[in-house]
């Protein structure tokens, strides 16, 4: 007797012992029970707790930080850039801070702008 034997026989008597002497399952109700399990199976796979629902979720968040990151990144690039011009006393880069704070050369008369919704904005 082989190994294989020795094991479906092991098994047929387990099973015939927990089945209190009862017939075996039929086929079609074995099948039935299988894919009843798997489908429970399934189910617990993706719904648990850090299961593939939570797995999809973390992953476009982790997507979305990356972005962020990056985009952060390029931000930090262009301020330090701009530092280093401002503290080397680039002209250009001079005028355009001091126009962007609302400063004129002198003898220069500045005019503000003033959209009617922006006035609503205002009273606001």
């Not at 690039?77 to 401002?86: D, F, I």
Request: aromatic fraction near 6%; charged fraction near 30%; charge should be positive.
């Amino acid at each position: 007797m082989n190994r294989m034997q020795r094991v479906k026989q092991a098994l047929a008597f387990l099973l015939g012992r927990a089945g209190g002497g009862r017939a075996p399952l039929s086929p079609a109700l074995g099948r039935s029970l299988l894919a009843l399990a798997a489908a429970g199976a399934l189910v617990w796979f993706v719904l648990r707790d850090h299961g593939l629902l939570d797995h999809a979720r973390l992953r476009r968040a982790l997507d979305s930080l990356d972005a962020r990151s990056r985009h952060l990144e390029t931000q930090i690039v262009w301020y330090r850039e701009r530092n280093r011009l401002l503290q080397a006393g680039d002209p250009f880069t001079l005028e355009e801070e001091a126009r962007r704070l609302g400063m004129g050369r002198p003898g220069e008369e500045l005019f503000r702008v003033v959209l009617p919704e922006d006035t609503a904005t205002a009273k606001e």
